[in-house]
Nanobody, 115 residues
Framework: QVQRVESGGGLVQPGGTLRLSCKASGSIFDINAMGWYRQAPGKQRELVAIIRSDGSTDYTDSVKGRFTISRDSAKMTVYLQMNSLKPEDTAVYYC?????????WGQGTQVTVSS
């Protein structure tokens, strides 16, 4: 029905850069806004970025100016360019519909920012 596969995470030093990818399957990719979520240990899942069908974007305050969400509809893929990474960005990152997620979560991709 709906499948999402996140990739691109890893271990980076503070100030480093990662580019996350989310390959999605299902027609909802083209008719719903998509977002990146993250969940750190002991914390609630947080929506960090959203891209709408018209291309407009929004970000949570803590990542503004550092993260950029984009999409390639032909490839059914959403990206998150993450620059100037901070230890506070450490989390498992997921993609899903946004701002309201559905129940079809992928495995996520781990981002660890540490010296």
């Amino acid at each position: 029905q709906v499948q999402r596969v996140e990739s691109g995470g890893g271990l980076v030093q503070p100030g480093g850069t990662l580019r996350l990818s989310c390959k999605a399957s299902g027609s909802i990719f083209d008719i719903n806004a998509m977002g990146w979520y993250r969940q750190a240990p002991g914390k609630q899942r947080e929506l960090v970025a959203i891209i709408r069908s018209d291309g407009s974007t929004d970000y949570t305050d803590s990542v503004k100016g550092r993260f950029t969400i984009s999409r390639d509809s032909a490839k059914m893929t959403v990206y998150l360019q993450m620059n100037s990474l901070k230890p506070e960005d450490t989390a498992v990152y997921y993609c899903n519909n946004a701002p309201g997620a559905d129940d079809y979560w992928g495995q996520g991709t781990q981002v660890t920012v540490s010296s």
